[in-house]
């Protein structure tokens, strides 16, 4: 057994309390103990790391992630994609990510390669392959060809194109077959595709198929969900998870927090297809940004659960946790890191293992030099992230993030 001291110049629990100079016990990867620092504390421990001048605060958590969606028209060999998978995988890490839910396109084989040891990464918990219907969100087609997304198995796997309760059905099991944790699903259009924002996806018998199909392998249904018709449509559904949720309205925000609805809003995409769009798309994106913004909002005043997802794209993937700091602008410093952490493991349903620092937890740790209360642009400020601890084990150290 190894015991493992840290000292901490300040805890930012993941739930909305702060303790200064404190000191975390760990054992075998698991938090023991939570306290005020004493010197006393060394002698009982193994290893003890210093971070006396330092923010420590539980690792972050990415409810929306996209290791593998690369980018559309890429010409790339087997062993190009997993590169640049794995690099994206390790940069979410050094990054501070200790856990990640891919909202679509990576294979199980991708969190089997972080779990055993083979890849260096956050733990994955994987959707598989977006479920789309004909012509939907993730229908990847163009309209005369019928073969649109990159499937290698294992690896990437970007989209089911299915049509009616069975064809649903049948792609969900395919999805946990391969590994995945949840399934998600398009009940709406997208910014990146033709179906209409404010476009209905799937019927309701379609949708219940997945929940069904989820629910008895232990798992949920999330949605892909900009318009207030669409969050609606996947309650009908029983969906409780939503994505986007760009063009909510009071009515609808209600009824997310009667049912017990969550919500991943996803600024940090906008803002970066902003920076890249012709002016006369970079409009549209931008009034987009402003009703998404008013969304969390309308959300957040309901009751909703609001979680914290980045939905970043293409290879190269990088500062991850400016989501976070965008959230911190609209929702306030505490408020944008415990939606990032434990109201993000709440969601992903592993609360009761990670995204807060306290006792029986494991021991996921982010060190910043900086507070990220005082200024939440430390978090992806170059060299700011000290160290990331998995299971109690030092995973990155400074001069890592690249």
């Given at each position: 057994?190894?015991?493992?001291?840290?000292?901490?110049?300040?805890?930012?629990?993941?739930?909305?309390?702060?303790?200064?100079?404190?000191?975390?016990?760990?054992?075998?990867?698991?938090?023991?103990?939570?306290?005020?620092?004493?010197?006393?504390?060394?002698?009982?421990?193994?290893?003890?790391?210093?971070?006396?001048?330092?923010?420590?605060?539980?690792?972050?958590?990415?409810?929306?992630?996209?290791?593998?969606?690369?980018?559309?028209?890429l010409q790339l060999s087997a062993a190009?994609?997993?590169?640049?998978?794995?690099?994206?995988?390790?940069?979410?890490?050094?990054?501070?990510?200790?856990?990640?839910?891919?909202?679509?396109?990576?294979?199980?084989?991708?969190?089997?390669?972080?779990?055993?040891?083979?890849?260096?990464?956050?733990?994955?918990?994987?959707?598989?392959?977006?479920?789309?219907?004909?012509?939907?969100?993730?229908?990847?087609?163009?309209?005369?060809?019928?073969?649109?997304?990159?499937?290698?198995?294992?690896?990437?796997?970007?989209?089911?194109?299915?049509?009616?309760?069975?064809?649903?059905?049948?792609?969900?099991?395919?999805?946990?077959?391969?590994?995945?944790?949840?399934?998600?699903?398009?009940?709406?259009?997208?910014?990146?595709?033709?179906?209409?924002?404010?476009?209905?996806?799937?019927?309701?018998?379609?949708?219940?198929?997945?929940?069904?199909?989820?629910?008895?392998?232990?798992?949920?249904?999330?949605?892909?969900?900009?318009?207030?018709?669409?969050?609606?449509?996947?309650?009908?559904?029983?969906?409780?998870?939503?994505?986007?949720?760009?063009?909510?309205?009071?009515?609808?925000?209600?009824?997310?927090?009667?049912?017990?609805?969550?919500?991943?809003?996803?600024?940090?995409?906008?803002?970066?297809?902003?920076?890249?769009?012709?002016?006369?798309?970079?409009?549209?994106?931008?009034?987009?940004?402003?009703?998404?913004?008013?969304?969390?909002?309308?959300?957040?005043?309901?009751?909703?659960?609001?979680?914290?997802?980045?939905?970043?794209?293409?290879t190269g993937q990088r500062g991850r946790?400016?989501?976070?700091?965008?959230?911190?602008?609209?929702?306030?410093?505490?408020?944008?890191?415990?939606?990032?952490?434990?109201?993000?493991?709440?969601?992903?349903?592993?609360?009761?293992?990670?995204?807060?620092?306290?006792?029986?937890?494991?021991?996921?740790?982010?060190?910043?030099?900086?507070?990220?209360?005082?200024?939440?642009?430390?978090?992806?400020?170059?060299?700011?992230v000290s160290a990331v601890f998995q299971?109690?084990?030092?995973?990155?150290?400074?001069?890592?993030?690249?």
């Amino acid at each position: 057994m190894t015991r493992t001291l840290l000292r901490c110049g300040q805890l930012v629990d993941g739930l909305g309390r702060t303790l200064p100079d404190a000191a975390i016990s760990i054992e075998d990867g698991v938090i023991t103990q939570v306290g005020p620092w004493t010197a006393d504390d060394v002698a009982r421990h193994d290893v003890v790391h210093d971070f006396g001048d330092r923010t420590v605060l539980p690792g972050l958590i990415e409810a929306h992630g996209h290791m593998g969606l690369l980018g559309p028209g890429l010409q790339l060999s087997a062993a190009e994609i997993a590169a640049h998978v794995f690099a994206n995988v390790r940069q979410a890490l050094r990054e501070g990510f200790t856990t990640v839910r891919d909202a679509g396109g990576i294979d199980g084989g991708v969190a089997a390669c972080v779990s055993t040891g083979l890849i260096s990464g956050p733990r994955i918990l994987p959707s598989g392959p977006f479920l789309s219907q004909t012509g939907g969100h993730a229908d990847h087609r163009g309209p005369w060809h019928e073969h649109g997304s990159v499937s290698i198995p294992g690896l990437v796997r970007v989209a089911l194109v299915v049509d009616g309760p069975d064809d649903v059905r049948r792609a969900a099991r395919e999805a946990f077959r391969a590994g995945a944790s949840q399934v998600k699903v398009c009940v709406s259009g997208g910014v990146t595709s033709g179906g209409g924002l404010d476009r209905c996806q799937f019927s309701v018998a379609e949708l219940r198929a997945a929940v069904d199909e989820a629910e008895s392998h232990g798992g949920y249904v999330h949605a892909h969900a900009h318009s207030a018709a669409s969050v609606r449509h996947g309650i009908a559904a029983g969906v409780r998870h939503f994505e986007h949720g760009s063009l909510l309205d009071e009515e609808t925000a209600r009824l997310m927090a009667e049912v017990g609805a969550c919500l991943v809003p996803t600024l940090l995409v906008l803002q970066r297809l902003i920076g890249t769009a012709p002016p006369e798309t970079a409009a549209s994106l931008t009034a987009l940004m402003e009703s998404m913004k008013k969304s969390t909002l309308l959300a957040r005043d309901a009751g909703v659960m609001l979680g914290s997802g980045s939905d970043l794209l293409g290879t190269g993937q990088r500062g991850r946790a400016e989501e976070i700091v965008l959230k911190a602008e609209l929702l306030g410093p505490m408020a944008a890191l415990v939606s990032a952490t434990s109201v993000n493991a709440a969601i992903l349903g592993i609360a009761d293992r990670v995204g807060s620092v306290a006792e029986g937890r494991t021991a996921d740790l982010l060190v910043l030099d900086g507070d990220p209360l005082a200024d939440p642009g430390v978090l992806v400020r170059r060299g700011a992230v000290s160290a990331v601890f998995q299971a109690g084990v030092l995973a990155t150290e400074a001069g890592e993030v690249t």
